[in-house]
């Protein structure tokens, strides 16, 4: 099937579609990272909330375009599976918003920032290795350095979540515990933000594997 769709005419617009999602988590991401800066709380999470709506719009237009498409790029399923990964990044970021307003919390531990900057770390990876796709066979080493750098940030900031948790456990353990069960609350789910990146590290690698 792989030299037959090579000889087909290529749907090239599933390119242009991950690109636009990519542009979309990195601006929810620098959002996020202002937001965990303190800087104006309630507008970066109504930009991120709009980012995400974006995103949703963009997703499902790419499985509308799998549907309707004789030839994609590479394999339907690996489609999918890429964009879905991208799309539950951005979901995630929007759970923690939702987190954020719902305990009204306004600064961050010094932990939360740095992983915010994680966050962007990752998300601009992964928006460098997007465009890579359309010629992959081209940038597989690329590609390869991307997802292993995002690996990377994955790793540290499981670091910093674990030791943000100690942090929190120290100062509010034994006389604040509601501060400690938000404040882990919200590591959590920055530390699943950093996982759902590396999630779609994973998938570009396969679909590169697959194809080169």
Known sequence: MNWFRKLMPREDRFFDLFER????????????NELLAG?????????????????????REVLLAVRRSFITPFDRGDI??????MDDAIDMMHKTVKTIRLFEQTSFDPRMQ??????V???KLVAEAIPLLDRMGANSARLSVLTEEVVKVEGRS??????????LFRRH????????????????????????FEDVANEISGIVIENV
């Open 21 to 32: 999602h990519s542009r979309t988590i990195v601006g929810a991401a620098e959002a996020l």
């Open 39 to 59: 800087k104006d709380t309630e507008q970066h999470c109504q930009r991120i909330v709009a980012l995400e709506n974006e995103a949703d719009e963009i997703a």
């Open 80 to 85: 999918k599976d890429l964009i879905m990964s």
């Open 114 to 119: 740095e992983m915010g900057g994680a966050i």
């Open 121 to 123: 770390q990752a998300a």
């Open 158 to 167: 499981d670091e910093l979540h674990e030791q943000g948790l100690k942090d």
């Open 173 to 196: 353990g034994g006389s604040n515990p509601m501060a400690y069960i938000i404040g882990s609350e919200i590591y959590g789910e920055l530390e699943k933000v950093v996982d759902r």
